[in-house]
C-alpha cells in the first residue's frame, strides 16, 4: 500500500472512514495461539463476546474456529472458555511449538 | 451603533465573548482571569447567551472539556492565567494537534514560584510553542478586538488552529479604560455562524478522533500542521481588513510607533508600550529619532515581516517581561534576532528583562533603555547583551 504524503492526510488525524480497524492486522504481535477444541465447546460464545478484537469466527450462530488476522494472543477467550467436564474447548499454545 | 463604555480589561473580554456566544465554555478560576468567566457566568445564568457553561475541578480537566466540545462541533472558548495555563500544558498540544479552533483569553501573570499573581509573561511564554496562535494586547479595547478576531482567524478553513489571546493582568485586566463595542448585530455578523469541521456529533458520518499515529505517518501530520501555522500571517492580515470596515480600527501583524525614520527603537509587548510611546514622545522632542514596535502575532511569529520593519535601525533594545531561564536571553528578544540574522547590515541588540510579578515598569526605564540606545549608536559597542532592570543590587 503506497503511504499518503501531508498534503493528503486529514487534520488533526481524525479517522473518517468508520470500522476501519479491519485493515489493521495485527495477529503478528502474538507469541501465544488459542488452539479450539470442538469436542470441548458447548457454543456458549463466551470467546466470541469477551474477544477485544475480532479474532472469533462465528457462522449461523455457532463458533467455527480463529482468524488469526486480528488475534493478539491474548488469552482471555482460553480464560473465560467454561469448557465441557472440566476440559477447556479454549487453550493457549507458544507459538512455534 | 458602537458606544463608549468605561470597563475593565476582563469586562471587555467578558463582553466580546457574550457577542460572539459561544456554544461552550469550560473554565476554572484563577487570578486575575476569574473576573472575566465569573462575568461571563453571569451571562450565562441571565439567559444573555445561550452557551453551556461547564465548571470542572481544575484548567486541566477545562482544557479538556474544551478539546471534547470543540471535537463535537462546537464554537469553543475559555479563559486563565499562570498556573492554570500551565496546568493546562499537556491539553494545549492536543488543542493544536487535533486542529481544534478553541479561543483562549490568557490574563497575563507570572509562573509560582514565589508564588506571585501579578503581571508578567512568563505564563503564554511558557506556551509558545504549544501550536496555539498568540494575539498580543495593549490596552482592553485591543483585547476585545483581538477577541473578535481571534475566532476568524483560529476558524479559518485553511487554519483550524487554537487560540491564544494575551493582556496583561491587573493593568488592563482590572484597570478601568475608555473603549468602543460594537453593536451586537455586527460581532455575530463579523463572526458568522460556525462551520465545524468532522464534528463528532454528525452521527450519519461517523468519524474518530485522537488515533495512534505511529512512525510511518506521525511527521506528515506535523508537517501538515506546520504548513497550517505558516498560512496564519495571511490570514491574520484579511481579517484586520474586515474588521477595520466594521470598527475603524486598524490592526496588523505588529504596531510600529514613529518607527519609519528612527535611529534607535525599543520593542515591547502589550501595556507597556504604552508608557514607553509617551516617553519616545519625549525623546523626538529632544531631536533623538526614536521609535516603538509593539508584536501583535507572537505565535507564529512573522519573522520576515519583522525583519524588514527592525533591519534599518542603528540599535534596538528588546524588554522582556519573562526570562527564559536556562542561561538563554529573554524569548521576544531570540525572535527579534532571529528576524535581523539574515540581514548583513542589522541594528546592535540589547535585552532588558523587566516588570517580572508585577514590578511597576515606569517611564524612567524606557528612557534609561533609549539612552543606552543612544550611547551604542555613538561608540559602536555593546557593553552587556541581557540585564534585569527595576531590581535592587
Request: charged share 20%; aromatic share 14%.
Given at each position: 500500500m503506497k503511504l499518503k504524503g501531508w498534503k493528503e492526510v486529514t487534520p488533526g488525524a481524525?479517522?473518517?472512514?468508520?470500522?476501519?480497524?479491519?485493515?489493521?492486522?495485527?495477529?503478528?504481535?502474538?507469541?501465544f495461539r488459542p488452539i479450539w477444541h470442538e469436542e470441548n465447546?458447548?457454543?456458549?460464545?463466551f470467546c466470541w463476546l469477551y474477544c477485544?478484537?475480532?479474532?472469533v469466527t462465528v457462522k449461523d450462530g455457532k463458533m467455527t474456529g480463529f482468524?488469526?488476522?486480528?488475534?493478539?494472543?491474548?488469552g482471555i477467550c482460553a480464560l473465560e472458555c467454561p469448557g465441557k467436564k472440566g476440559n477447556k474447548a479454549i487453550v493457549m499454545i507458544e507459538e512455534g511449538k | 451603533m458602537a458606544k463608549i463604555v468605561a470597563v475593565t480589561g476582563n469586562e471587555a473580554a467578558a463582553h466580546a465573548l457574550k457577542q460572539i456566544n459561544p456554544d461552550v465554555c469550560a473554565a476554572y478560576p484563577i487570578t486575575p482571569a476569574t473576573e472575566l468567566m465569573q462575568r461571563f457566568a453571569s451571562f450565562v445564568s441571565n439567559g444573555e447567551v445561550k452557551t453551556e457553561l461547564i465548571l470542572v475541578e481544575s484548567e486541566h480537566s477545562a482544557m479538556s472539556a474544551c478539546i471534547g466540545a470543540a471535537a463535537a462541533g462546537g464554537r469553543v472558548a475559555t479563559a486563565t492565567s499562570s498556573q492554570g495555563l500551565a496546568l493546562m500544558w499537556e491539553m494545549l498540544y492536543i488543542a493544536s494537534g487535533l486542529r481544534l479552533p478553541i479561543v483562549m483569553t490568557v490574563v497575563n501573570r507570572s509562573l509560582s514560584a514565589p508564588l506571585n499573581i501579578h503581571c508578567d509573561h512568563s505564563d503564554a511564554m511558557g506556551a509558545r510553542d504549544s501550536g496555539w496562535i498568540q494575539l498580543w494586547s495593549e490596552n482592553a479595547q485591543e483585547a476585545y478586538d483581538n477577541k473578535i478576531q481571534a475566532f476568524r482567524i483560529a476558524e479559518h478553513m485553511d487554519i483550524r488552529l487554537p487560540a491564544i489571546i494575551c493582556y496583561d493582568g491587573?493593568?488592563?485586566?482590572?484597570s478601568i479604560g475608555s473603549i468602543e463595542y460594537l453593536d451586537d448585530e455586527t460581532v455575530k455578523n463579523f463572526v458568522g455562524e460556525y462551520q465545524p469541521l468532522?464534528?463528532?456529533?454528525?452521527i450519519k458520518n461517523p468519524i474518530s478522533y485522537g488515533p495512534l499515529i505511529l512512525p510511518d505517518y506521525y511527521m506528515e501530520y506535523k508537517k501538515a500542521q506546520d504548513e497550517a501555522a505558516s498560512k496564519v500571517a495571511n490570514v491574520v492580515l484579511d481579517v484586520a481588513q474586515e474588521f477595520e470596515k466594521i470598527s475603524g480600527r486598524s490592526y496588523g501583524l505588529f504596531e510600529t510607533y514613529?518607527?519609519?525614520?528612527?535611529d534607535i527603537g525599543l520593542v515591547i509587548l502589550n501595556s507597556a508600550a504604552g508608557t514607553s510611546k509617551d516617553v519616545v514622545d519625549e525623546f523626538r522632542d529632544k531631536g533623538i529619532k526614536a521609535g516603538l514596535f509593539k508584536p501583535r502575532?507572537?505565535?507564529?511569529?512573522?519573522y520576515e515581516q519583522v525583519g524588514e520593519a527592525l533591519k534599518h535601525l542603528k540599535a534596538l533594545c528588546v524588554l522582556d517581561r519573562a526570562d527564559a531561564f536556562g542561561?538563554?536571553?529573554g524569548p521576544l528578544f531570540l525572535e527579534i534576532a532571529t528576524s535581523l540574522y539574515p540581514y548583513k547590515e542589522k541594528p546592535f541588540l540589547i535585552n532588558k528583562i523587566y516588570g517580572?510579578?508585577?514590578r511597576d515598569y515606569l517611564p524612567e526605564h524606557a528612557e534609561l533603555a533609549l539612552n543606552e540606545l543612544v550611547q551604542i549608536t555613538k561608540t559602536?559597542?555593546?557593553?552587556?547583551v541581557k540585564e534585569y532592570i527595576g531590581v535592587r543590587e
Open positions: 481524525v479517522i473518517l472512514d468508520a470500522g476501519n480497524a479491519v485493515e489493521f492486522k495485527t495477529g503478528s504481535w502474538r507469541s465447546c458447548i457454543q456458549c460464545l477485544p478484537d475480532m479474532a482468524n488469526y488476522d486480528y488475534c493478539k494472543g491474548c | 491587573f493593568i488592563i485586566g482590572h468532522y464534528p463528532l456529533l454528525d514613529r518607527l519609519d525614520d528612527a502575532l507572537f505565535r507564529p511569529f512573522p542561561g538563554s536571553y517580572l510579578g508585577g559602536k559597542k555593546v557593553k552587556t
